[in-house]
């Protein structure tokens, strides 16, 4: 069966940002600061899902589930929410890196549409909390939406009697003409129990650069109220594009492509090369009159021009 949490409840797994080794008050395995020094997040940890209207569905726990003396994970979340190693291919390259799991991207751009681990982040001796995602410093891609995810228990000491808090997201800029931070945008609120904002970055966030340094905040307001309640530390980011140097060649022609590609491709080679040697057949031809002369007698000079004495 699936562990079902109700929506005020949704939370996002905390950030390596200690050096204490346990991390997540619910339970010392769900996430902890490894030997290597990088987040892991254990299989267990529970999961938020994110619909097509892009709102927070439902919160999934994995248990373990033992079948025919085999333990397998049942509802298990998706690999990049978890995995701490990685293997891609860039060129041809094949590169294995470990690590913390990547910062969590919406599989629709679209709609939003995706899942992140949630976490517990309360703030004690942590510089950034709620936060949770992005990481502190992380490079983000333009073309890309990532989750801005953050603890809503963090926000519950505001939302006394019948009042909503409300989570709008900041974004700003370090001016390379001003050197000085200048706003980039303000996003509309949603609610804090939302835990989550996804954030769609474009070129414009580059200000006309390939790097821009930025930093995201989170600003509380309650709802219907102008007045900000309070605010977080700003995280630093990186948003970035993907160079040329970092994409992926062009696929090469395979199966039916390939089968009509080629063909034409020769056609067209030997079309050419016969009407090159047409042409220059034609050109290198001598007409033998040309060369001969225009009297099988000769020129006899003054006396033909003349007429004679």
């Given at each position: 069966?699936?562990?079902?949490?109700?929506?005020?409840?949704l939370?996002?797994?905390?950030?390596?940002?200690?050096?204490?080794?346990?991390?997540?008050?619910?339970?010392?395995?769900?996430?902890?600061?490894?030997?290597?020094?990088?987040?892991?997040?254990?299989?267990?940890?529970?999961?938020?899902?994110?619909?097509?209207?892009?709102?927070?569905?439902?919160?999934?726990?994995?248990?373990?589930?033992?079948?025919?003396?085999?333990?397998?994970l049942?509802?298990?979340?998706?690999?990049?929410?978890?995995?701490?190693?990685?293997?891609?291919?860039?060129?041809?390259?094949?590169?294995?890196?470990?690590?913390?799991?990547?910062?969590?991207?919406?599989?629709?751009?679209?709609?939003?549409?995706g899942?992140?681990?949630?976490?517990?982040?309360?703030?004690?001796?942590?510089?950034?909390?709620p936060?949770?995602?992005?990481?502190?410093?992380?490079?983000?891609?333009?073309?890309?939406?990532?989750y801005?995810?953050w603890?809503?228990?963090?926000?519950?000491?505001?939302?006394?009697?019948?009042?909503?808090?409300?989570?709008?997201?900041?974004?700003?800029?370090?001016?390379?003409?001003?050197?000085?931070?200048?706003?980039?945008?303000?996003?509309?609120?949603?609610?804090?129990?939302?835990g989550?904002?996804?954030?769609?970055?474009?070129?414009?966030?580059?200000?006309?650069?390939?790097y821009?340094?930025?930093?995201?905040?989170?600003?509380?307001?309650s709802?219907?109220?102008?007045?900000?309640?309070?605010?977080?530390?700003?995280?630093?980011?990186?948003?970035?594009?993907?160079?040329?140097?970092?994409?992926?060649?062009?696929?090469?022609?395979?199966?039916?492509?390939?089968?009509?590609?080629?063909?034409?491709?020769?056609?067209?080679?030997?079309?050419?090369?016969?009407?090159?040697?047409?042409?220059?057949?034609?050109?290198?031809?001598?007409?033998?009159?040309?060369?001969?002369?225009?009297?099988?007698?000769?020129?006899?000079?003054?006396?033909?021009?003349?007429?004679?004495f």
């Amino acid at each position: 069966m699936r562990s079902v949490t109700p929506l005020l409840t949704l939370l996002t797994l905390p950030l390596a940002t200690s050096t204490t080794a346990t991390l997540h008050r619910r339970g010392s395995d769900d996430i902890t600061l490894s030997e290597e020094g990088y987040t892991t997040v254990a299989p267990t940890a529970p999961w938020v899902t994110i619909n097509d209207e892009g709102q927070p569905a439902m919160t999934v726990t994995p248990s373990m589930a033992t079948v025919s003396g085999t333990s397998t994970l049942d509802h298990a979340a998706p690999h990049d929410l978890t995995a701490s190693v990685y293997t891609w291919v860039t060129w041809g390259a094949v590169t294995t890196s470990t690590g913390a799991p990547p910062n969590p991207t919406a599989v629709d751009k679209k709609t939003g549409q995706g899942a992140f681990s949630r976490c517990y982040r309360d703030g004690k001796g942590d510089d950034f909390a709620p936060f949770c995602r992005p990481l502190v410093n992380s490079s983000l891609l333009t073309g890309t939406t990532y989750y801005v995810t953050w603890d809503p228990d963090y926000y519950k000491p505001l939302a006394t009697g019948n009042t909503t808090v409300e989570i709008a997201i900041r974004l700003d800029y370090l001016n390379q003409s001003t050197d000085t931070w200048t706003k980039l945008d303000t996003y509309d609120r949603v609610p804090a129990r939302w835990g989550f904002w996804p954030l769609r970055l474009t070129d414009a966030h580059l200000k006309s650069q390939r790097y821009n340094n930025a930093t995201i905040t989170l600003l509380a307001y309650s709802r219907g109220a102008d007045d900000e309640r309070n605010h977080t530390a700003a995280l630093p980011v990186t948003f970035t594009t993907l160079g040329v140097d970092d994409m992926a060649p062009p696929p090469v022609p395979r199966g039916a492509t390939l089968l009509v590609a080629l063909p034409v491709a020769l056609g067209c080679f030997f079309l050419v090369l016969a009407g090159l040697f047409f042409w220059h057949r034609q050109t290198r031809r001598i007409n033998l009159g040309n060369v001969m002369g225009r009297s099988r007698h000769g020129y006899t000079g003054r006396r033909e021009r003349g007429g004679g004495f």
